[in-house]
Nanobody, 129 residues
Framework: QVQLVESGGGLVQPGGSLRISCASS????????IGWFRQAPGKEREGVSC????????VYADSVKGRFTISRDNAKNTVYLQMNSLKPEDTALYYC??????????????????????WGQGTQVTVSS
């Protein structure tokens, strides 16, 4: 059973940076994909980024492209989201989740939460002065 635990959220000023982490356990084999999602109050959950373990392929939502970087440390079973040039509109509860589809579909249409499972509990990121 896959388990994911997010950490590293906090309060940061506009223009600042923050790195959040997603520690995983329970994957069988070395092929997996993890996506980051966020949900602000009153809004739908949206896909932010996704990464595949084997080839490191990454994808990003247009709203974060050029500011956020997703990475993985396979030895530590951890995925990171480095967030730079943060804006107030980035404020949200950030979740990581595992792509539950076959390998060849990993990270495709990553914006749809329905393709992901084993959700973590989330970590709050607040961007405010």
């Amino acid at each position: 059973q896959v388990q994911l635990v997010e950490s590293g959220g906090g309060l940061v000023q506009p223009g600042g940076s923050l790195r959040i982490s997603c520690a995983s356990s329970g994957f069988t084999g070395d092929s997996w994909a993890i996506g980051w999602f966020r949900q602000a109050p009153g809004k739908e959950r949206e896909g932010v980024s996704c990464i595949r373990s084997r080839d490191g392929m990454t994808v990003y939502a247009d709203s974060v492209k050029g500011r956020f970087t997703i990475s993985r440390d396979n030895a530590k079973n951890t995925v990171y989201l480095q967030m730079n040039s943060l804006k107030p509109e980035d404020t949200a509860l950030y979740y990581c989740a595992a792509d539950s589809r076959p390998t060849n579909y990993y990270c495709s249409d990553f914006g749809s939460p329905k393709f992901f499972g084993s959700w973590g509990q989330g970590t709050q990121v607040t961007v405010s002065s």
